[in-house]
């Protein structure tokens, strides 16, 4: 039903080029291969339940529906597993690794501070384990602190998580951001 809901969309916006993200969109990206629309689809990992095994299923329906399509993945672990597990032709696979404007997010200058700040930009999700973090800030001095930058499901686990820890004091929670460069300079 998925893939017809998005064939009628895509059908009615008539788009130049189909930009899909992660498995949670493989049923539109089915419907622009079937339309015959250019597609560039973009993987950047995988959930814990596939992080050293992918489901059949899964890796049989990208095999099916990325075949032809423009790939982009950032790192070599999911460039080889797009060429291999996928059988995506190499020149249809781009490595685009993540980067840092090394200028944009210099660290600020030294400057003699009390407290050094442990700081985290990112998804607050399972896999990004941000629960460990706290729990390694909980044997640092105390003039170790912690920034998390980002939302998502677990704030609200990892702020309790943090109260039970005694780190209340330590550890601020920035909630999600449309600039993170200015936070870089403070860890």
């Known amino acids: 039903r998925t893939v017809a809901a998005q064939r009628r969309f ?20 089915a419907a622009a291969r079937t ?15 596939e992080a050293v095994r992918r489901f059949r299923r899964r890796s049989w329906m990208r095999t099916l529906v990325l075949r032809g399509a423009e ?4 790192s070599m672990v999911l460039q080889g597993i797009a060429r291999r597990e996928w059988r995506l032709r190499d020149d249809r696979v781009h490595l685009l690794v993540n980067g840092v404007d090394l200028q ?13 700040v442990i700081g985290t930009v990112g998804g607050l999700r399972g ?22 930058v980002g939302g998502g ?11 039970e820890l005694g780190l209340g004091e330590r550890v601020t929670f920035v909630g999600p951001v449309a600039d993170t460069a200015p936070h870089y300079h403070t860890f």
Do not use: C, M
């Open 35 to 49: 339309l015959g629309l250019p597609l560039v689809h973009h993987e950047d990992g995988f959930g814990p339940e």
């Open 71 to 74: 790939v982009i993945v950032p």
């Open 10 to 29: 895509l059908r009615a916006e008539r788009p130049e080029l189909v930009l899909t993200y992660n498995w949670g969109s493989i049923e539109s990206a």
């Open 153 to 163: 499901a677990l704030a609200g686990s990892l702020q309790q998580q943090a109260l």
């Open 127 to 148: 896999e990004k384990d941000h629960g460990n973090l706290l729990q390694a800030l909980a044997r640092l001095p105390a003039s170790v602190g912690a920034a998390i």
């Open 104 to 116: 944009r997010f210099r660290p600020a200058p030294v400057v003699a501070r009390r407290t050094v």
